[in-house]
């Protein structure tokens, strides 16, 4: 059986263009720091037409398997999470196939996991299980997260974003599962859902999305104390963690959902929390559950007596979600990169807490166990590999006008057949794939910009 099982190597990729969140509020109309103070974020990041999630996925593979030096015959499993309908027949992992194809690996088992923004763990776990499993058969699993968040014109436009994450999943790992502490929480709800097959854009209730997001936290908060408990025999408290990770649709609700820890420790009578936070929180100690999710004053004294220890525990995962948006099934796993770039030097030994949430409504929290590992597949070697400031830096500003041009015209090809892209690939990175052309047959066609930086004129992956 496998030991040590987790996560060898990570690649992230994102589109180079992006709109600055104050661009926007100002061309909304939007009350100055609406969008910067108000959701907390900076940047979004979006694709143009020449991107889509399956171009992006593409992309974060093949540079996973090149910058880590791994041959694709060593994959034995792809799993895919992703809410971005494409087809809905055709999983996004069949298009992956073409990377292995050509090296006469057909081999591989998993498809695609759908559910919001919990698909990309979903895909995680079934990796890890089947490394775990006596299904395995040597070989390494592998996992993209892969969203291009988009809304209609109106207040929950500036929490989009795009990216696509790829993972790739086996023993003796640098970045391991504590299997034992996992707490769960499925409910039915609608919150935010995509009923209309004609559009890309959901249908959200914002308020009740926030109540439903909050509620899976202290619900998956529960149950992961009671099985830490329950298997170490001490009290689990946010002291029992070096840095938490939220999936992050927008970076206010971040500081929310820790508040929201800190408040259920002080409850709980933790010792993480300190006679002077327990005093200040002792008020609200009484409130049913229902009334604490609306309770202004609750949530703003929580989060004065959270602000030391989320500077220390969660901030540092902020990095990429602040700048890029919300990339749905990517943005836990963004917020995890950016604790990887941030801290990668001092991570070693540390035990990392995740929670990842999607609408509908299903959560998990979970715990990951970190080690420095041996190069490639090192701590160190990761946050190197993926470069993040760099790729952060290079990107493009677009006006807040021609942002709203872009999406315009992805909303009118949204499901569309019989057209051809600009194939302009001036400011993608080489080695970045690319739609190149939708045939009358609804048949996507993508090219790679090749490292000398000339554009192709369009083909299959494989060149065909």
Known sequence: MAKNVGILA?????????????????????????????????????????????????????????????????????????????????????????????????????????????????????????????????????????????????????????????????????????????????????????????????????????????????????????????????????????????????NKLVQKSFARLVFDDSVRNASSIDEAAKEKLAPFSTLSGDESYQNRDLEKVSQQVAKPLYDAKVQPTTLIPKQVGNMYTASLYAAFISLLHNKSSELAGKRVILFSYGSGSTATMFSLKLHEGQKPFSLSNIATVMNVSTKLKSRHEFSAVKFVETINLMEHRYGGKDFVTSKDCSLLAPGTYYLTEVDSMYRRFYAKKPVDGACENGSLVNGH
């Not at 309908?85 to 690996?105: A, H, P």
Request: with cysteine; proline share 4%.
């Open 10 to 250: 990570m690649h992230i990729y994102f589109p180079p263009t992006c709109v600055q969140q104050e661009a926007l509020e100002a061309h909304d109309g939007a009350s100055k720091g609406k969008y910067t103070i108000g959701h907390g974020q900076d940047c979004m990041g979006f694709c143009t037409e020449v991107e889509d999630v399956i171009s992006m996925s593409l992309t974060a593979v093949s540079s996973l398997l090149e910058k880590y030096n791994v041959d694709p015959k060593q994959i034995g499993r792809l799993e895919v999470g992703s809410e971005t309908v494409i087809d809905r027949s055709k999983s996004i992992k069949t298009f992956l196939m073409q990377i292995f194809e050509k090296c006469g690996n057909t081999d591989i088992e998993g498809v695609d996991s759908t559910n919001a923004c919990y698909g990309g763990t979903a895909a995680l776990f079934n990796c890890v299980n089947w490394v775990e499993s006596c299904s395995w058969d040597g070989r390494y699993g592998l996992v993209v997260c892969t969203d291009s968040s988009v809304y209609a014109e109106g207040p929950a436009r500036p929490t989009g974003g795009a990216a696509a994450i790829a993972m790739l999943i086996g023993p003796d790992a640098p970045i391991t599962f504590e299997s034992k502490f996992r707490g769960s929480h499925m409910s039915h709800a609608y919150d935010f859902y995509k009923p209309n097959l004609a559009s890309e854009y959901p249908v959200v209730d914002g308020k009740l999305s926030q109540t439903c997001y909050l509620m899976a936290l202290d619900s998956c908060y529960k149950q992961f104390c009671a099985k830490y408990e329950k298997s170490t025999g001490k009290q689990f408290s946010i002291s029992d963690a070096a840095y938490f990770v939220f999936h992050s649709p927008y």
